[in-house]
Antibody, heavy 120, light 111 residues
Framework: QVQLQQSGPGLVKPSQTLSLSCAIS??????????WNWIRQSPSRGLEWLGR?????????DSAVSVKSRIIISPDTSKNQFYLQIYSVTPEDTAVYYC??????????WGQGTMVTVSS | QSALTQPASVSGSPGQSITISCTGTSSDVGGYNFVSWYQHHPGKAPKLMIY???NRPSGVSNRFSGSKSGNTASLTISGLQAEDEADYYCSSYTSSSTHYVFGTGTKVTVL
């Protein structure tokens, strides 16, 4: 049974970097059949897909245009987890952040969510 | 990329059936059979209920069913139960650079 466990700070200062981790159990971040995604939810923007990383003989990443210039999503094969980093955050980045796997064209497993507040 | 449109709320009595709509465009819902539905109890992880428009993952009750007509997908919950009270979101692949888009969400209330 695949499970995703998120970790990271709940408070980030404006202009600093938001960093979250998602630990995978029951599957491998190097899986050839899954992609590993970050999604956030806020009252103003609803649910928003941020980006993904995945392995298909080599590593790929892509991200939403809205955050493309400020985001890095990366895998860690030694720890079997993946990360989200958003640079130069503003209060608009305040949201609940979720990691999720995607198989069979759906987000099949979600992490528990991390409320991140951007405030000084 | 605009969110998919869902009604803000739907309610029903125990045992009744309700249907939640999810309206998009030919670039997302209407163009691909990649619509999925999620149940979200606040404070918990969202749960996949339907994938590929009408497929149920293992373990999901057969009271949940999905369909699609044109640019609108639908989730039907039959035999409504108190435990079905939650927020429901649709999602679709989109040909835009966003890749995936979500619905605005529907709060289901069991009267």
């Amino acid at each position: 049974q695949v499970q995703l466990q998120q970790s990271g700070p709940g408070l980030v200062k404006p202009s600093q970097t938001l960093s979250l981790s998602c630990a995978i159990s029951g599957d491998s971040v190097s899986s050839n059949s899954a992609t590993w995604n970050w999604i956030r939810q806020s009252p103003s923007r609803g649910l928003e897909w941020l980006g993904r990383t995945y392995y298909r003989s080599k590593w790929y990443n892509d991200s939403a245009v809205s955050v493309k210039s400020r985001i890095i999503i990366s895998p860690d094969t030694s720890k079997n987890q993946f990360y989200l980093q958003i640079y130069s955050v503003t209060p608009e980045d305040t949201a609940v952040y979720y990691c999720a796997s995607r198989r069979d064209n759906a987000f099949d497993i979600w992490g528990q969510g991390t409320m991140v507040t951007v405030s000084s | 990329q605009s969110a998919l449109t869902q009604p803000a709320s739907v309610s029903g009595s125990p045992g009744q059936s309700i249907t939640i709509s999810c309206t998009g465009t030919s670039s997302d819902v209407g163009g691909y059979n990649f619509v999925s539905w999620y149940q979200h109890h606040p404070g918990k992880a969202p749960k996949l209920m339907i994938y590929g428009v009408s497929n149920r993952p293992s373990g999901v009750s057969n009271r949940f069913s999905g369909s699609k007509s044109g640019n609108t997908a639908s989730l039907t919950i039959s035999g409504l139960q108190a435990e079905d009270e939650a927020d429901y979101y649709c999602s679709s692949y989109t040909s835009s650079s966003t890749h995936y888009v979500f619905g605005t969400g529907t709060k289901v209330t069991v009267l």
